[in-house]
């Protein structure tokens, strides 16, 4: 048996240094920093959030699902991996700080592209004995090829890089390529799958189950144009970019609906602070959905992809508000870690700087569409920060240090 537990442990850690990270970054906008580049700064920060932190624990918890469905599996065979990639991870914060895209963070990135291969194939071959009635099993195995696919937007980069025949298009369309694939393709079916695990979901039981998964899949590829609408897409993939959307949205809606209620009442089993960290989610991941439809009226698109704060605030709406705080919520609800009073304060002020984030680079995009600044939002987002890392650090610190007869909540 895979110790869940203790590696679990290690991605709340790891957590907390992509949170130091995002603070070091915003302090070196509202104030005088010289000593670390900041576009060095932001990629480790990004490469160790999806691959120390998001990457690392949904490989665990997905391990942790196996061990639970699978009579006598053994889930130390996944250790190599996780290790494997833990050192990519920890190579990759640190190389990136140092040189930027250098050879060490090159040769690490592509690394740990290649251990999610491992992962990947190791994970589909353990699955296939699952009953074929159990519908996470094709949300996983869906997120696990997504991931494998996100890759090929990393190696279209590195072969440009490698002829110098950059194409300025084709190379932010090679980062939407990947970003898109990681983020609603392997982020959001792993997200999925558990959650259709953690409530049981199952084929016979509603037949929209199934059929949410065939269009969420269906729509995942042509919704990657969603994130190239700057370009000059023709008339025919433009429609097809908007019905992926529209289809998405469809699908979460209704699926939300039938799960609210079959599935509300199993909810009253947890502390107010967890459902209230589930509806969260819910309500996160309905406005992107709807922000990603809105975004296919080409005005809005224009000034989506235009202003920076507004790219930032959709990008942590997903990170954060969405595929962190259900991880949360799926550790402490599974009593993977038990979870206590000061815990949950922790996951309150994390909750409550996710947030005011989203509120402030919301405001602070709305004002750039007129130019107009906004007084001190440098410093305002340098607090949130600090309140994002203290709400991580009670979270992380408090669930390491052991607790006795602590009983669950």
Known sequence: MLKIKFWLKISLLNLCIVAALGVLMRYKIGFEFPYLDQKHL????????????LSHTLM????????????????NKYK?????????????????????????????????????????????????????DCMAKSWLKAAVFFNVISSLGTFYLAYMMASKNVVLD????????????????????????????????RKS????????????????????FLST???????????????????QVFAWFKLLIILVKTRKDSLENFSPLLRYVLWFVSFALSIKLLLQLGSTVPLLSELAFGFRPIVIAYLHLVLLAIITL?????IYSNHLIIINKNIKYGILVFSIGVLLNEIVLAIQGLASFSYIPIPYVNYILFGIAIIL?????????????????????
């Open 60 to 75: 665990a918890l997905m391990v942790y699902f196996l061990q639970t469905k699978i009579t006598n599996f053994n889930g």
């Open 205 to 224: 039981e509603h037949s929209f189950y199934e059929t949410s998964f065939k269009l969420f899949t269906a729509a995942c590829v042509p919704a990657y």
């Open 42 to 53: 932001q990629h480790s920060h990004s490469h160790f959030a999806f691959a120390g932190w």
């Open 170 to 201: 084709l190379y932010h369309s090679s980062i939407y390529f990947y970003l898109h694939f990681q983020y609603n393709g392997w982020f959001f079916f792993a997200c999925m799958g558990l959650a259709f695990g953690f409530f049981n979901l």
């Open 326 to 330: 259900f991880v949360l919520f799926y």
């Open 80 to 132: 190599s991996i996780i290790i494997a990639n833990l050192i990519c991870s920890y190579g990759m914060l640190v190389s990136f700080i140092i040189e930027g895209y250098g050879l060490v963070s090159i040769v690490l990135s592509t690394a740990s592209i290649f251990v999610s291969y491992v992962f990947a194939y190791r994970f589909i071959k353990d699955i296939k004995v699952l009953d074929a």
């Open 389 to 409: 890392l203290i709400g991580i650090g009670t979270i992380a610190h408090f669930s390491i240090k052991k607790i006795k007869n602590n009983p669950p909540l």
């Open 229 to 247: 609408l700057w370009l000059d897409l023709p008339v025919w993939l433009y429609v097809i970019t908007v019905i992926a959307a529209i289809i």
